[in-house]
């Protein structure tokens, strides 16, 4: 079945600062890859997401980059603010009916 | 905007009580999802539904069963409820297929005594 691995488990960075978080997979039918933010406190609430037809996806000082080759995902965020401090989940979909989701990242940024 | 609610932001039960969780879509979505979420293994499928009456076992059905029977509303059974389901339970509601985003309720802190 669908397994996907997220790195790190934790991130810790200067506001700012970038921070990249990855996702590897081993299905090769997957073809949907959301990210989904946690904040303290609340449910996770999608992002921003990638279709396999498309490399990269920018949305302000987020971007998700696809390797579908190399089969893996990242999700980088750029000038850090301390309201991006959330947990990151990754997650994938297409091989079967449901989404799999990634252990999650824990992103704070220190002001 | 999607609004997706759960009856109880924190639960306290006895072990072997029968334990219900609610959740309610205002979207009228066709799908529904419960998750647990436990630190250090992140959002693992219980049971989801996509229409009314119908469900399907997702990574970790065992001990849990679930109820649809209106289109808004899927509740999260535990028949006899066990230490090792204290949890944080997640309910999802999305429209359509796999690619459509799930709106996620803020989610219930059970912890079972």
């Known amino acids: 079945g669908e397994n996907v691995e997220q790195h790190p488990s934790t991130l810790s960075v200067q506001e700012g600062d970038s921070a990249v978080i990855k996702c590897t997979y081993s299905?090769?039918?997957?073809?949907?890859f959301p990210w989904y933010k946690q904040e303290l406190g609340k449910g996770p609430q999608l992002i921003i997401d990638?279709?396999?037809?498309?490399g990269e996806k920018k949305d302000q000082r987020i971007a998700v980059t696809l390797n579908k080759t190399a089969k893996h995902f990242s999700l980088h965020i750029t000038e850090t603010q301390p309201e991006d401090s959330a947990v990151y989940f990754c997650?994938?979909?297409?091989?079967?009916?449901?989404?799999?989701f990634g252990k999650g990242t824990k992103l704070t940024v220190n002001p | 905007d999607v609004k997706v609610t759960q009856s109880s932001r924190y639960l306290v039960k006895r072990t072997g009580e029968k334990v219900f969780l609610e959740c309610v879509q205002d979207?009228?979505?066709?799908?529904m999802f419960w998750y647990r979420q436990d630190p250090g293994l992140g959002l693992r499928l219980i049971y989801f539904?996509?229409?009314?009456?119908?469900?399907e076992k997702g990574d970790i059905p065992e001990g849990y069963s679930v109820s649809r029977e209106k289109k808004e509303r899927f509740s999260l059974i535990l028949e006899s409820a066990s230490t090792n389901q204290t949890s944080m339970y997640l309910c999802?509601?999305?429209?359509?297929?796999?690619?459509?985003?799930?709106?996620f309720g803020p989610g219930t802190r059970l912890l079972v005594l």
């Open positions: 997650a994938l979909g297409g091989g079967s009916e449901k989404l799999v």
């Open positions: 539904s996509y229409d009314v009456k119908m469900k």
């Open positions: 990638i279709r396999s037809n498309v």
């Open positions: 999802a509601s999305s429209s359509g297929g796999v690619r459509e985003t799930q709106y």
């Open positions: 979207m009228d979505h066709e799908n």
């Open positions: 299905d090769s039918a997957s073809n949907y």
